[in-house]
């Protein structure tokens, strides 16, 4: 995934076009709520490469992941909690043969 890209809870909708107040996409609300929403990478497969994973993804769950056989089996630097108070980042995975950075 693409490293400070974070779902966010904003205003988008197709009423819009697709269009949003900019200042919805800033990760807290006014009075200092999270606006992260959480979403997850699904049965994903990674297999023999070099670089799998983030530098911070912010709400990103990656269920279902299989990492095989690559440098780094997941990787991220930097993280948050999730806004929801209750998701994990890392659900019913399987990582062999690698490096778990975390």
């Not at 200042?23 to 297999?47: E, H, I």
């Not at 056989?69 to 108070?85: M, P, Q, R, S, V």
């Amino acid at each position: 995934t693409l490293g400070g890209s974070a779902p966010r809870d904003t205003d988008q909708s197709i009423e819009q076009d697709g269009s949003t107040n900019q200042g919805t996409c800033v990760p807290l609300t006014g009075d200092g709520l999270d606006r992260g929403k959480p979403v997850s990478l699904l049965n994903n497969v990674d297999y023999d490469t070099v670089f799998v994973g983030h530098y911070n993804a912010g709400d990103m769950q990656h269920r279902g992941h299989t990492s095989w056989n690559n440098n780094n089996l997941i990787y991220w630097k930097e993280t948050k909690n999730f806004a929801d108070g209750c998701a994990s980042h890392i659900s019913d995975g399987y990582y062999a043969h690698g490096n778990m950075a975390l």
